[in-house]
Structures are given as structure tokens and as C-alpha cells.
């Protein structure tokens, strides 16, 4: 079975800069993604990307965050600039088994089989 490990949280100040990372153990195929829940909110989709290199970010993070892999060693990032307090929550990377689509934005977190353990990214002054 698929293994996800996320690493790179930690704490900033307004304003900064985090690089998450998501190592993967077995075969990856479909879509991979970084999703994040704060507490008393639901988990939302942060930014996908699919096997064919399609991406999706939440309104939130277009032109902030930047998905992207390296397909050699099985990874996952996810960069982070210009943080922003409401950017606190825990963070998890995801994989399942389809392709984004028209129809198919990928940023559900039901739509994804195998979920890493989360890493905190706390964002304050």
C-alpha cells in the first residue's frame, strides 16, 4: 500500500516562507494533494496535481502556494510564500487514484484513498 510521510511544518511570522514535503512509498498514479483543517473548520483542499501535471489551488492560495514533484524520488511539495495567519492548520498530503477532469476538480477530500500524518504550520506574530 501507498505510505505518505509530510515533513516542513513549523512556525512563522506573517509574511513567510514554508516548503512542505510529502515523501511516498509504492506506486503513486492518479492525483496527489495537500489538504489542511484548522481547528473548528472543515478540511479543505489546498493544491493538487494529477499525472499528467494538471493543478488546482484553492482561491485562497492562487499565487502563494506552488505545487510540484519529483516524479525520481516519489515526492510532493508543496511551497508556501507570503503566509498568512488564517494559513494555520494542520497539513496533509493525499493520494488517490483518478485524474482531474472539468468535472473532477480534486480538491475533496473524500475523493483521495491514502492520507499522510499531518504537519503543523502555525502562522502568527
Known amino acids: 500500500q501507498v505510505q505518505l510521510v509530510e515533513s516542513g511544518g513549523g512556525s512563522v511570522q506573517p509574511g513567510g516562507s514554508l516548503r512542505l514535503s510529502c515523501a511516498a512509498s509504492?506506486?503513486?498514479?492518479?492525483?496527489m494533494g495537500w489538504f489542511r483543517q484548522a481547528p473548528g473548520k472543515e478540511r479543505e483542499g489546498v493544491a493538487v496535481?494529477?499525472?499528467?501535471?494538471?493543478?488546482r489551488y484553492t482561491d485562497s492560495v492562487k499565487g502563494r502556494f506552488t505545487i510540484s514533484k519529483d516524479n525520481a524520488k516519489n515526492t510532493l511539495f508543496l511551497e508556501m510564500n507570503s503566509l498568512k495567519p488564517e494559513d494555520t492548520a494542520m497539513y496533509y498530503c493525499?493520494?488517490?487514484?483518478?485524474?482531474?477532469?472539468?468535472?473532477?476538480?480534486?480538491?475533496?477530500?473524500?475523493?483521495?484513498?491514502?492520507w499522510g500524518q499531518g504537519t503543523q504550520v502555525t502562522v502568527s506574530s
Open positions: 493525499a493520494a488517490g487514484s483518478f485524474l482531474l477532469g472539468p468535472w473532477n476538480r480534486g480538491l475533496a477530500p473524500g475523493q483521495y484513498n491514502y
Open positions: 509504492g506506486a503513486i498514479s492518479g492525483c
Open positions: 496535481m494529477d499525472s499528467d501535471g494538471t493543478t
